[in-house]
């Protein structure tokens, strides 16, 4: 009998608000957190963006962050998420567990390198942030805070960072290879990828409207998102209750371009229909898809044909929270992740904000949400990045 | 016009990296996408960026490059009619 | 789930400092006084058709190129995974974009630029030109980042997700960042040791076909260890490879020069290791991020020939040695993150 993985703990930070209490709140209100440009300081004000609503100052604060540190935004938002997940899963130093911290980010410590990027040139003054650039010097930030982990690392496939870093966990826990998985991702907005995003033509400047016939580019977002994974056999010696189960994971490449996705979906397609196969589960028992979905006229062309292709005529209610956080790229599979944990807990379906128009191209629209309960057993959730890195999980009921 | 022709090759050619390609290979009416030059999605928000840079011309929506950049004549028929500098 | 497969390394190709796509370095070396040296580039020109070319910096150019040969020589055209690491990604395109922004401001940015800025762009370009729709990953924790690469592909090779992997440790240096380094002190200290790059592809396969090079037996990271915990890592991989630590012909470290690094060797290695001759890669190829890429490169290579030349060696104890049946890798990274990986002899 191979290892289950069992969730133990979540802890969320998106526009949505600090916490897996105010995620649920929002999503069960339909209350979106994208929002005018308030935090980053761009001259790109006509893109609406899903920013977490704390200055760095307030969530040095709430962190207790000695005054001296050289911190960056990423790393914040992660401790914050870190520590809301390992309350949850009550993991605590001195546990003699072997624990591992692994980390999605791509744009790592790059809202201070863009803020400091002539000094960095010119002078030695702002010197402690050279050292904080790089993708895993965040998560050693993120680690050190702790001081519990054996085994940490950084995984950076752009939008699918997260989702890459939970499949990895699962994985571990499954081999054996550490008792306790701490698994998600963090990426803060930066001037550097809202105006790379702008480059590609593909940002909204109105709300992000996923599957819409007129959807017109995505909205970014910002955030971070852990889960705490271990293995269900062992819970009882920890005397923790599971939240659901990975059942299913799978990383697959499109192979087709290195920012847009392949009409067909082939990579979609594959890691969704692989996804399933290692979860032992059919199309049919799938009962919400949590999608990409990010409004681009690209993507959501790409997923639908996907979904279609692999569902046929059963495609189950699917939705893009991403109208809710915006896209918060590398942290987004572990946002997504949480929010797919708690649909299945608390029985509902999130909400596809701002749909009014059915694709032509697809058989279905995406969901619309409602307030009665949706009993959900397997949730299956999409990440997809640049590249083609498609990554699916499967998350279940226990 | 055969001024801002070449002139458009010249910037293209260094702006799309297209070694080994001399402004005389281009064909003036020869399709810029797919066949011909064989450029891409990628490239024609390099173009979008050429234009604004060089011309002064500001493109919202990416899909109006396809027409405009059918071919050099036509992109250099289309500056003309809409240059700002 | 328990480990049932072997896994070998069928083939390692290279482009960095010195003379790239060969072996050349095992007897004719290529030495730096400089304190930063760029990787010798092979002319792409004869590799690529220009159009596929031209929008690729040099650390996507050396990646394809190094790949390519990879799949090539150990006749894996398709591997079913690639696990690419970097620890800094693609730092001449992030610059690019980078110093548009911040001088010129948020206008007129070029797109090619961003869409190769991106650490994933590496591997995506790979999974690109030989059409893999397999796994595809990347691991970028600074000075570790290529071990956890090979730890990927070594456990998900190890427990039958799959048959073949290519895993890659590929990172650039420009002018501008290496100057940065210098000052966090990391790098650049003449005559202590320089600053390279690197390019490195391998193919792993649970299979050892007609010519690999060696086997990967095991391959360990930690976080910050105490020495009984690394001592009690190792014992735990040289126990499942079923090797004692006497049959250990040498240790490839990561010393460099730069006495903050090499301190930690000192001081970890006379315990953990005793007695164990130790070997040196960084003098070849300088100090990167994902350089213990080139460390286990190079043991693999020995390991294939046999054979370990004198210049390897710490300290000049010894010379040219024949007959090589295990090689331990043991390097650190700002003495935070230990990585040990045992390489075995083919047939050993």
């Known amino acids: 009998m191979p290892t289950r993985v069992a969730v133990t703990g979540a802890g969320i930070v998106s526009a949505l608000g600090a916490g897996r209490e105010a995620t649920l709140t929002a999503l069960r209100e339909r209350r979106t957190g994208i929002a005018p440009v308030r935090y980053l300081k761009t001259s790109h004000t006509e893109f609406p963006v899903g920013e977490v609503k704390l200055s760095n100052e307030e969530m040095e604060h709430m962190l207790r962050i000695p005054e001296p540190q050289a911190t960056t935004r990423t790393m914040l938002m992660g401790v914050a998420a870190v520590r809301e997940a390992l309350e949850q899963a009550c993991v605590r130093r001195g546990s003699g567990l072997r624990v591992a911290l692994i980390s999605g ?114 909205n970014l977002g910002e955030g971070a998102a852990y889960l705490v994974l271990e293995a269900e056999d062992t819970l009882g010696r920890r005397g923790v209750e599971p939240l659901c189960r990975i059942s299913g994971y799978a990383n697959t490449c499109d192979a087709y371009h290195q920012t847009a996705s392949s009409p067909g979906g082939e990579g979609a397609y594959l890691s969704m229909a692989k996804a399933l196969e290692v979860a032992q589960l059919a199309p049919k028992d799938i009962s919400y898809i949590n999608a990409h979905g990010t409004g681009t006229e690209n993507n959501d062309l790409s997923e639908g044909r996907a979904i279609q292709r692999l569902f046929c005529n059963g495609v189950p209610p699917v939705s893009s929270t991403k109208s809710f956080t915006g896209h918060a790229t590398s942290a987004a599979g572990g946002v997504e992740a949480v929010i797919s944990m708690l649909a299945l807990q608390h029985s509902f379906i999130p909400a596809n904000l701002n749909f009014a128009t059915p694709m032509p191209e697809l058989s279905f629209t995406p969901d619309a949400g409602s307030d009665r309960p949706a009993p959900l057993r397997h949730v299956l959730s999409n990440s997809f990045g640049f590249g083609g890195n498609d990554t699916s999980l499967i998350f279940s009921k226990v | 016009m055969e001024e801002l022709i070449l002139q458009l090759k010249q910037e293209i050619i260094k702006v799309l990296n297209l070694e080994d390609v001399k402004p005389e290979d281009i064909a003036d009416d020869a399709p810029l996408f797919g066949e011909g030059l064989g450029l891409d999605s990628i490239d024609a928000l390099e173009l979008i960026v050429l234009m604004e840079k060089m011309y002064g011309i ?10 405009i950049f059918k071919s050099i004549r036509v992109m250099a028929e289309y500056i003309h009619a809409n240059r700002s500098k | 789930m328990s480990r049932t497969n072997d896994v070998y390394i069928l083939a390692a190709k290279q482009i960095s400092v010195q003379p790239p796509l060969t072996d050349e370095w095992m007897d004719a070396p290529v030495r730096y006084d400089a304190p930063c040296a760029r990787a010798i580039d092979p002319d792409y020109r004869q590799h690529f058709a220009p159009n596929v070319a031209r929008r690729l910096g040099k650390i996507l ?160 990271l930690e976080y910050n260890p105490d020495a009984e915990t690394l001592q009690k890592t190792l014992g735990r991989m040289l126990q499942s490879a079923q090797c004692s630590l006497e049959e250990v012909d040498a240790v490839m470290t990561g010393v460099s020069g730069l006495p903050s690094n090499d301190r930690v060797y000192a001081s970890i290695c006379p315990e953990l290791l005793p007695n164990k001759k130790q070997l040196r890669y960084k003098h070849l190829f300088g100090e990167s991020y994902t350089a213990p890429g080139l460390g286990v490169y190079a043991a693999a290579v020995c390991l294939c020939r046999q054979r370990i030349p004198a210049h390897l060696f710490v300290g000049g104890q010894s010379g040219e040695q024949r007959g090589v049946r295990h090689i331990l890798c043991y390097n650190h990274f700002e003495g935070k993150n230990h990585s040990l990986i045992l390489l075995s002899a083919c047939g050993k």
């Open chain 1, 105 to 218: 980010t791509t744009v790592g410590g790059m809202d201070k390198s863009e803020q400091y990027y002539l000094d960095f040139l010119e002078n030695d003054t702002k010197n402690a942030y050279i050292a904080t650039h790089d993708c895993g010097a965040c998560t050693e930030m993120i680690a050190d805070y702790f001081g519990i982990f054996s085994r940490v690392q950084t995984i950076s496939t752009a939008c699918s960072s997260a989702a890459n870093a939970i499949m990895l966990g699962a994985m571990l826990v499954e081999e054996g290879r550490a008792d306790v998985v701490v698994a998600g991702g963090s990426e803060c907005l930066t001037k550097f990828h809202l105006n790379g995003f702008n480059t590609l033509m593909i940002l909204d400047r109105h709300l992000c409207r996923p599957f819409d016939a007129h959807r017109a580019g995505l």
């Open chain 2, 58 to 67: 500001k493109l919202q929506d990416p899909a109006q490059g396809r027409e």
């Open chain 3, 61 to 220: 150019k050396r990646a394809m190129l190094t790949s390519r040969q990879a799949m090539a020589a150990s006749g894996v055209a398709n591997p079913d995974a690639v696990v690419t690491a970097t620890g800094l990604g693609c730092i001449e395109n992030t610059e690019l974009f980078l110093d548009a922004l911040v001088r010129e401001g948020e206008e007129l940015l070029k797109p090619t630029c961003f869409m190769h800025s991106t650490h994933n762009a590496i591997g995506s370009l790979i999974a690109i030109d030989a059409r893999c729709h397999g796994y595809n990953s990347t691991c970028v924790h600074k000075g570790i980042s290529f071990e956890c690469a090979l730890d990927d592909a070594f456990a998900q090779l190890g427990s039958n997700r799959i048959q073949t992997a290519l895993v890659g440790a590929h990172d650039e240096m420009t002018p501008s960042y290496f100057a940065l380094l210098k000052r966090t002190g990391y790098l650049g200290h003449a005559p202590n040791g320089f600053s390279g790059e690197v390019a490195l592809s391998m193919m792993l396969a649970t299979t050892p076909g007609d010519s690999a090079l060696c086997r990967l037996r095991g391959v360990e």
